[in-house]
């Protein structure tokens, strides 16, 4: 029977989760679903130095926000529990036992001055130390000290470290479901600190001995680690455990939008698109990094654009639900090089999500934004247009949230491109003005108002006595008339088709609009 997939997302709570770490989450989350498989949350916490409060819960909220769930984890438990590496500390010692006796790893004793003198010592002649296969001998450690001196330091209580030993020049491949087969020579490959004499193992320790007894069977992971994995390898095959060894999958790094480097928190700032899910206020600093869901994006959209950063399904489909996404995701498709964050492309995704959301739903959105420009729902749905008291029936603020969702990004940008539907304008457009109400256009607005007073108030019967009888019929510029009369009603030249307009605002509003605009903007000279 093949393996079970089991997936796990393991961030370290350093901060705010980058969104190049939500893409590493999404990735786990298709290729568990897909596979049936199961996705877990690990907290990798054993670096206390550099924890951040908050973090954690940050992580967990961001991740619950797109939807990307988890079977087991930090914050709902499961089988291969606790799934906090702290609160897994007293498991790793055993393990680094087991490597010291097995020969796969030694006692290091080297103090952290003697370790800068000789990184000094190296620089001077233009060489970097590294502790390593051809350096050890020569350093403080269980291979190069009498047995019963590292016994007597480690009983005196004298700190030390667990360093792993690397076979002399050995050949190391890592399969990775992406790149093939990378392959690197042990003689490179420094002798990493695995556990410390404060009972606390490092990353690379805990990492391998719970991706182990948590029975990972993929780690699909970003690209920095790749460096990482030859001495992951190594470990497997050190604990004996090389025949369950998890397939590796090295996700690309996220680019810049220019496509130089990887993607940071500056470039975000600098280009103003946010580079984490959801706001970070930092503990420390105080300082705020903002985050996709207060800048306005849906989860789906945001789930959609990171699908894309380093994957696509083969197709020119672009708009993917995480159903489609989990059907189409494909390991072997994803690309080898970095993928370049689009700040245009995200809006138009956002676009795009914001066309298949029900014109109830909109809103609902903007029921709240509304209101704190002074609008408020009718308590009679029946009710007329109230501009004086600012008050309107709920389905009108659908129909016009249906008309003009089409036009906006984010919901933010709806009051603005739809305030002419509750409020009049209070100003007109210098420009407009200059380009569009020529002289004569207080009579040619006059009898707007008189076609209104006299026709009935219909859409075909407005357009027949305005725009053919009147404008056409007397040879005006239809252009400067319809443009004035948009101006009078909207305060600039932008909005939906006019005459519809005029019908949604209704007969008298329509009039105080365009008598208000003669009396404002008055008869302008030749
Ligand atoms: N704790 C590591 C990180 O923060 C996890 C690396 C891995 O997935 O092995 O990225």
Redesign the pocket.
Known sequence: MPQEVRV?????P?GPLHIG?VR?ALYNYLFARQNGGKMIL?I?DTDQTRFVPGAEQYIIEALTWLGIQFDEGVHIGGPYGPYRQSDRKPMYKQYADQLINDGWAYYAFDRPEELEAKRKEYEAQKKTFQYDCHTRSQMQNSLSLPADEVQRRIESGEPYVVRFKFPVDTEITVHDLIRGDVTMNSNLLDDKVLFKSDGMPT?HLA?IVD?HTMKISH????E??LP?APL?VMLYRAFGWEDSMPQFAHLPLLLKPEGNGKLSKRDGDRLGFPVFPLDWHDPKSGELSSGYRERGYFPEAVVNILALLGWNPGTEQEILSMDDLIRLFNVAHISKSGAKFNVEKAKWFNHEYMQMHSDEEVTEMFLPLLKEHGISVADNADAALDFEHAAFPHQYIVKVCGMMKERINFISEMWDTTSYFFVAPNEYDPAAIKKRWKPGMTTHMAKVIEILNSVPFEYDAIHKALLDDYIVGNQLNMGQVMNSLRLSVVGKTVGPDMLTLVMMLGKEETIRRVQRAIDTIGEQEG
């Open positions: 796990r997302f393991a961030p370290s350093t770490g590493t690990r990798e990353y990492n991706d780690v699909i992971r970003g920095e680690w990482s992951h």
